[in-house]
């Protein structure tokens, strides 16, 4: 099966699967607020993390390109979304169109069609610095994605075997690139070592993809004969990989896995995250019923962010990252077995 015949099927099977909400969000409670003390009209939802100003903390998430002209479409729709609401876009990665270029434009028209955002290359953690090099010129991005993904490849029937030497190629494109690298998983969370193994090479901002929402694994044992049932639900859910990575380094975290609603994204902020990737939801909801749809998803979003910002007494992402909140169940059993103080979400004020 070629590359891009692969691109179609896995935005076929990503939509096949209707995405629940996630149990672990769940496990997180704000502890209400009767004086929030501030207006709807206080609150901001602009934010930094590293060097990238973001004018939402939401952004749209590496999916696709490389498939000719389908994902030529899907990716200039969503480069028009991304310039109307103001959000940040990774590209899926451009490996396709570096070894065939005529793919190259199934990527370049991001670039054209939101001339002035903030746009992501992405690309696996085979690639060479010349091909990360390649990937930012292309779309001339402000950063760039390097994405983990080492249960999908095992579950792929044509994918990769050999996952030694990513980190030394990681540390070689931060020391030859100049802008900033994000290290992303694809849905399956990264532990705290994992994290605390990136930013010492110099890596920029994590990506966690937690596990809970579009699942690699479920979607390549489609495309096998033969499937490996035991990558289903594999992986570190979002809201505990958050934690886990923030206990490493609290502004470099970003993350996605499994968002559908503003609660889950003031869950995710207030927990430690720093920006909120969505695919599979944005995908389906731009598929199934268009740009307009996808539009006032995200305006309604932002909308319902901002009342329960003001419910908290949050005026901006830095002060919901002081909300107090409880974290129980299943996330604060795993927390805790992996020795994480979770007491110090509950302690904490909004100044
Ligand atoms: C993805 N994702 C992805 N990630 C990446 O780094 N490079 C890629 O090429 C792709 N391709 C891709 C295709 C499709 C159809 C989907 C739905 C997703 C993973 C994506 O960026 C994200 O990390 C996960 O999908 C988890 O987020 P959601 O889907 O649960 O919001």
Redesign the pocket.
């Known amino acids: 099966m070629s590359r891009s015949e692969r691109?179609w099927d896995?935005?076929r099977?990503?939509?096949q699967k209707r995405?629940n909400s996630l149990p672990f969000f769940d496990d997180i409670k704000f502890i209400h607020q009767s004086l929030p003390d501030i207006s709807v009209s206080d609150v901001r939802l602009d934010h930094k993390i590293g060097e990238l100003s973001l004018s939402s903390p939401i952004f749209i998430?590496?999916?696709?390109?490389?498939g000719g002209e389908k994902t030529y479409q899907i990716n200039k729709e969503l480069a028009m979304v991304a310039s109307h609401m103001g959000l940040a876009m990774?590209?899926?990665?451009q490996m396709s169109a570096l070894k065939d270029k005529s793919e190259r434009f199934t990527y370049e028209i991001v670039r054209k069609e939101n001339p002035k955002g903030i746009l992501i290359a992405?690309?696996?953690s085979e690639a060479t610095v010349e091909n990360a090099k390649a990937a930012i010129d292309m779309i001339e991005a402000n950063a760039l994605?390097?994405?983990l993904?080492v249960i999908q490849e095992l579950t792929m029937p044509e994918g990769d075997r050999d996952f030694s030497g990513a980190l030394k190629r990681i540390e070689t494109i931060v020391e030859h690139v100049d802008v900033p690298v994000i290290v992303?998983?694809?849905?399956f969370g990264m532990a705290k070592e994992t994290v605390q193994s990136l930013i010492s090479v110099g890596v920029a901002a994590v990506?966690v993809?937690?596990a809970?929402?579009?699942?690699?694994a479920e979607?390549e044992n489609k495309r096998r004969e033969k499937a490996l049932p035991f990558f289903h639900q594999w992986g570190i859910p979002?809201p505990v990989s958050i934690i886990e990575a923030s206990t490493i380094h609290q502004s470099s975290i970003m993350c996605?896995?499994?968002?559908?609603s503003a609660s889950d994204i003031a869950k995710g902020l207030a927990i430690g995250a720093n920006a909120i990737?969505?695919?599979?939801?944005?995908?389906r909801i731009l598929v199934e019923n268009g740009i307009e749809s996808l539009e006032n998803e995200v305006e309604s979003l932002h909308y319902e962010l901002k009342l329960i910002m003001t419910a908290l007494g949050a005026k901006s992402i830095s002060d919901l990252q002081s909300a107090p909140l409880i974290i129980s169940g299943e996330t604060y059993h795993w927390l805790s077995q992996r020795d994480i103080d979770t007491k110090h979400y509950s302690q904490r004020s909004i100044k």
């Open positions: 691109k896995h935005i099977f990503a939509l995405q998430n590496a999916m696709t390109g490389g990774a590209v899926g990665s992405n690309l696996g994605q390097i994405h993904n992303k998983e694809v849905g990506d993809g937690g809970g929402g579009t699942d690699f979607i979002t996605s896995g499994g968002f559908l990737g969505f695919a599979g939801h944005f995908l």
